[in-house]
């Protein structure tokens, strides 16, 4: 860590301490304290310094190395990155994907309700295992056709939601105008068969192939609001993204 920077940590603050290291870090960056090239001390050396876990380091470097601000060089440690560092930060929902695009998205809510956490959707929401938290399963359609189906877990009390807001608005959308402060997720891809449910409503055959998407994102705070795993159909959707060396 170069020497002029300096981390300031409240440990009484429910803000967890990874992310208020990753967050000072982050600024560090945007001001110009810290420039593209620039080396981190390595995590034991910051952990002794700042009187924290390894642990606890390690997360907050890999949540800056998953924004795009770091980037791991073996031999070499870890660096600020090179170039551009100020990335979009919008999360946007699919109903706002396809709005935006012109594909007259549709929602039919299959399920809305309160539903006990299993042990991985509880840990990673933050509450205890078998406590309720709300749980969704929508069909989206997109020109008349259906298109996907999105299961969501969000701890519960966190928005009033409805059925009817659900069918005619985004779920991120809706989430924002409850107040709730949505700031970074971490999302995976991949791709597996269709079940014989899940053709049966995506109009397609049983075993045809799917994307499949399993999203977590947090709020300002560093808080999980919201867990989604959601399918998509092959033969309709696809992803794009842009790939930059570094």
Same mark, same amino acid.
């Not at 709005?99 to 959707?121: F, I, M, N, W, Y």
């Given at each position: 860590?170069? !020497?002029?920077?300096?981390?300031?940590?409240?440990?009484?603050?429910?803000?967890?301490? #990874?992310?208020?290291?990753?967050?000072?870090?982050?600024? @560090?960056? +945007?001001?110009?304290?810290?420039?593209?090239?620039?080396?981190?001390?390595?995590?034991? /050396?910051?952990?002794?310094?700042?009187?924290?876990? +390894?642990?606890?380091?390690?997360?907050?470097?890999?949540?800056?190395?998953?924004?795009?601000?770091?980037?791991?060089?073996?031999?070499?440690?870890?660096?600020?990155?090179?170039?551009?560092?100020?990335? &979009?930060?919008? /999360?946007?929902?699919?109903? %706002? $994907?396809?709005?935006?695009?012109?594909?007259?998205?549709?929602?039919?809510?299959?399920?809305?309700?309160?539903?006990?956490? =299993? %042990?991985?959707?509880? !840990?990673?929401?933050?509450?205890?295992?078998?406590?309720?938290?709300?749980?969704? =399963?929508?069909? *989206?359609? !997109?020109?008349? =056709?259906?298109?996907?189906?999105?299961?969501?877990?969000?701890?519960?009390?966190?928005?009033?939601?409805?059925?009817?807001?659900?069918?005619? *608005?985004?779920? #991120?959308?809706?989430?924002?105008?409850?107040?709730?402060?949505?700031?970074? !997720?971490?999302? +995976?891809?991949?791709?597996?068969? @269709?079940?014989?449910?899940?053709?049966?409503?995506? $109009?397609?055959?049983?075993?045809?192939?799917?994307?499949?998407?399993?999203?977590?994102?947090? $709020? $300002?705070?560093? +808080?999980?609001?919201?867990?989604? &795993?959601?399918? #998509?159909?092959?033969?309709? #959707?696809?992803?794009?993204?842009?790939?930059?060396?570094?």
């Amino acid at each position: 860590m170069t !020497a002029n920077l300096a981390i300031d940590l409240d440990r009484s603050s429910p803000v967890p301490l #990874y992310f208020q290291v990753a967050e000072q870090i982050a600024e @560090a960056i +945007r001001r110009g304290d810290l420039t593209p090239g620039s080396r981190l001390d390595n995590e034991i /050396l910051l952990a002794d310094k700042l009187g924290l876990s +390894r642990p606890t380091i390690r997360q907050a470097i890999q949540y800056l190395v998953d924004k795009g601000l770091l980037v791991r060089k073996r031999g070499v440690g870890t660096q600020v990155v090179h170039g551009q560092v100020k990335r &979009s930060v919008e /999360l946007t929902s699919l109903y %706002d $994907d396809l709005r935006r695009s012109g594909q007259e998205p549709a929602t039919q809510v299959l399920k809305l309700e309160p539903r006990q956490a =299993e %042990d991985a959707v509880a !840990a990673i929401l933050g509450v205890e295992p078998g406590a309720d938290v709300l749980y969704l =399963e929508r069909l *989206r359609f !997109a020109a008349g =056709e259906p298109l996907a189906v999105l299961h969501n877990w969000l701890p519960l009390g966190l928005a009033q939601l409805t059925a009817a807001d659900l069918e005619g *608005r985004g779920l #991120y959308e809706l989430l924002r105008g409850s107040g709730v402060r949505m700031r970074v !997720a971490n999302q +995976r891809i991949g791709a597996r068969a @269709a079940t014989q449910t899940e053709a049966k409503l995506l $109009d397609e055959r049983r075993g045809a192939p799917l994307l499949t998407m399993v999203r977590t994102t947090y $709020d $300002d705070q560093g +808080r999980a609001v919201e867990h989604g &795993s959601h399918i #998509y159909r092959a033969s309709h #959707y696809s992803l794009e993204v842009t790939l930059i060396e570094r």
